[in-house]
Structure formats: structure tokens, C-alpha cells
């Protein structure tokens, strides 16, 4: 579905993707994962044909972005990172004017978007107005919006910033149907937990360079022990005092601002060993080693920085 070969896009003397590889297979749920600035959008709008490439070899449905733009966007679905629904229109309007532009028959375009209202649960907001929908609403009606001309490929940037825990899990949902139903997906996201959550593979970007690829739970095993140990401290002078002891007691450690990462296989037994060598954190938390924790092994910051 998507084919790139050192795919590059510079601005002004700033390369913001620095040389890629990628490649996309029909079905499969595709994520870019990386901090804000990471080159995460640049490279989605490369692949939606409205920026063009600085260099390297790009194909999109086996198509050239260059050559053949409008025949491509035609088989896409986009959404983008900042929702821009009409807030004029009602609702439904919104589905039926955005599938007018490919031509649909008035009678496909009703039934779709009657369709895709129950899929995006939004049956009972159709003759309303977009200002007052929620952000989650709003967000799941440009999904819907972008299902209008049933793409063969959807692009999502960042579908979930901004959203409450509900409304991200709502989406989520919805996305997840649509893979289950065979839909190309491909998302860009700094949520660890959401590319855990729906994508079959990833790469991880970091300052336009992909550091990593893999499926989530390859990547996790590849790069990071089992456990993380996350200590907290009161004040910064007792931080500093049991970093001394948790160096000594060796495996890699992560000292942030504001709190300590201790990789280990075995965080129980770390953290009693470290308790009976003076080690008494105001705050301990022992977990599974995430995604985010491979970003930051990998690029020594975390994903919100």
C-alpha cells in the first residue's frame, strides 16, 4: 500500500525527514510513533500527495504521489490532525457536501452516511449542528467524514490529541472495527499506549530519522527488560543520595526530573534489595516496561519532551 525508499522533506535547509524506509501492507495497522516535531506529520502529508517530497522514492497505492496526486487522494481517507469539519453545516450535511466531491451518487452518499453515523454513534446528532459536539464527536465525525468515499487507505494524524480518557477510548473502538473489517490504517501518535493498542507494526521516530521498527511487543522484548521500577522522592537532596545506592546495585538506570527508572527483570527483589540498602522512595511503582520506555532507552527522552 505504501512503498518510501530514503524519503526525505526539507524546510529551509532543515531536514524534518531525514531519509526513510517504510513499507505498508494491505490490511495491516501502521503507526509513526515520536515526540511533536519528530517528522511524524511531514511524513503523513507526503503520503496523503498535498506535500511534496525533497527526495527519495515514494509510492502510494502503487501509484507516484508526483505524477498521479489526484488519483490518489481520490483513494484515501485523511484525518487530520486539527479537525475542520464546517461548523455551519449540520452534521449529516458534513457527510453528504465532503462525499459530493467524489462523485458519489445522492443515493450511495445517503445510505453511507446514515451508515457511518451508526458506526461513528452519531445517529441521534444528524440534524444538529458541529459547534456543539464534544471534542470526541467531533473527532468521530471527521473520522466518519474521511470513510465517506471508502478509502482503500486511511490516514490518521494524531487521532486522539486533546481527547478525555472516554472519548480516546471511544475512538479507539471505532478504529479497531474498521481493522477488524480489513481497512489499511496508518496513524501517526505520540500515545505509547495507543500504538500498543492498534498497531500491528511501528516505526519510532526521533528528529526525522526512524530508530526503531517492529510490532509493539517486539520492540518492548528487543529493547527493554521485563520490569520498570519508577521511584520518587521528596526533596531533591534525598533523590540524588539514593541515586549513589542504585548506581552501586547496578542495570540501567534513568534518572529524570522527577523521578528515577530502574530497568530490572525482577522489580520486586530489586526494590527489597535496594529498601535493606537504605533506599526509601516517598512513591514506588513497579510495571511492565512500555513502549515509551524503548523511546527513551533508544533516545534518552521521554515522548512528551
Not at 471534542?135 to 473520522?143: E, P
Not at 486533546?162 to 501518535?189: C, N, S, Y
Not at 519510532?204 to 518492548?220: F, K
Not at 552501586?248 to 522489580?267: F, K, N, P, S, V
Request: net charge negative; aromatic share 6%; glycine share 10%.
Amino acid at each position: 500500500m505504501i512503498s518510501a525508499r530514503q524519503l526525505t522533506k526539507v524546510f529551509d535547509g532543515y531536514a524534518a525527514v531525514g531519509g526513510i524506509d517504510v513499507e505498508v501492507q494491505s490490511g495491516e495497522c501502521f503507526g509513526f510513533l515520536g515526540p511533536n516535531g519528530a517528522g511524524k506529520s511531514s511524513t503523513m502529508r507526503m503520503i496523503a500527495c498535498v506535500s511534496a517530497a525533497s527526495g527519495g522514492e515514494l509510492r502510494v497505492l502503487g501509484l507516484d504521489p508526483q505524477a498521479d496526486g489526484p488519483a490518489i487522494r481520490g483513494r484515501l481517507g485523511v484525518v487530520p490532525q486539527e479537525d475542520n469539519l464546517d461548523l455551519e453545516l449540520s452534521v449529516w450535511d458534513n457527510l453528504i457536501i465532503y462525499g459530493r466531491y467524489f462523485g458519489l451518487p445522492r443515493a450511495l452518499l445517503k445510505e453511507r452516511a446514515a451508515s457511518l453515523l451508526e458506526f461513528v454513534q452519531l445517529t441521534d446528532r444528524a440534524a444538529g449542528k458541529v459547534d456543539p459536539l464534544s471534542g470526541g464527536m467531533k473527532r468521530r465525525l471527521t473520522i466518519a467524514r474521511a470513510l465517506m468515499n471508502d478509502p482503500e487507505l486511511l490516514l490518521l494524524d494524531e487521532p486522539t490529541t486533546g481527547l478525555d480518557p472516554q472519548a480516546r477510548h471511544l475512538v479507539w473502538e471505532r478504529l479497531f472495527q474498521l481493522k477488524m473489517q480489513g481497512v489499511t490504517i496508518v496513524l501517526t501518535t505520540h500515545y505509547m499506549d495507543e500504538a500498543e493498542q492498534l498497531c500491528d507494526r511501528l516505526v519510532i521516530m526521533d528528529e526525522g530519522r526512524i530508530v526503531a521498527e517492529g510490532s509493539p511487543r517486539s520492540l518492548i522484548e528487543r529493547y527493554a527488560p521485563r520490569e520498570v521500577i519508577e521511584m520518587r522522592f521528596p526533596v531533591e537532596t534525598e533523590r540524588l543520595a539514593a541515586l549513589d545506592t542504585i548506581e552501586r546495585h547496578g542495570g540501567r538506570i534513568e534518572a529524570l526530573a522527577e523521578r528515577i527508572l530502574i530497568y530490572t527483570d525482577d522489580g520486586d527483589s530489586h526494590v527489597d534489595r535496594l529498601a535493606a540498602d537504605g533506599v526509601r522512595p516517598d512513591r514506588v511503582l513497579v510495571r511492565r516496561s512500555s513502549l515509551e520506555d524503548v523511546f527513551l532507552i533508544l533516545t534518552g527522552r521521554t515522548l512528551d519532551e
